[in-house]
């Protein structure tokens, strides 16, 4: 937009859409370009920050031997239910 448009836009005089300009050039939410002679101006957020890339990786919480030892303690448990004789489950 020029500054024009934004006095219109905002209801401000020059004096004040240059020091709302400022502020948002030093916050760097605004860019300024000439088309044609004309500076135009336009919303210009920081592009967000990349995430951090992690060295090593991330190791996770359990480790393979613990992981196989549940594996098979759930493989007990589900031996042994198979072998108990529940007849058919009611609500009382």
Do not use: C, H
Not at 30 to 48: D, E, K, M
Request: net charge negative.
């Amino acid at each position: 937009m020029r500054s024009t448009q934004i006095e219109a836009v905002l209801g401000k005089t020059r004096l004040g859409v240059r020091g709302i300009l400022d502020a948002l050039f030093a916050a760097e939410l605004v860019a300024r370009a000439s088309v044609s002679g004309v500076w135009l101006y336009r919303f210009a957020p920081p592009a967000p920050e990349a995430e951090a890339v992690l060295e090593q990786p991330v190791s996770f919480a359990f480790s393979p031997e613990v992981l196989g030892e549940y594996d098979a303690a759930n493989a007990d448990i589900d031996r042994l239910l198979g072998q108990m004789d529940v007849g058919p489950v009611t609500s009382e």
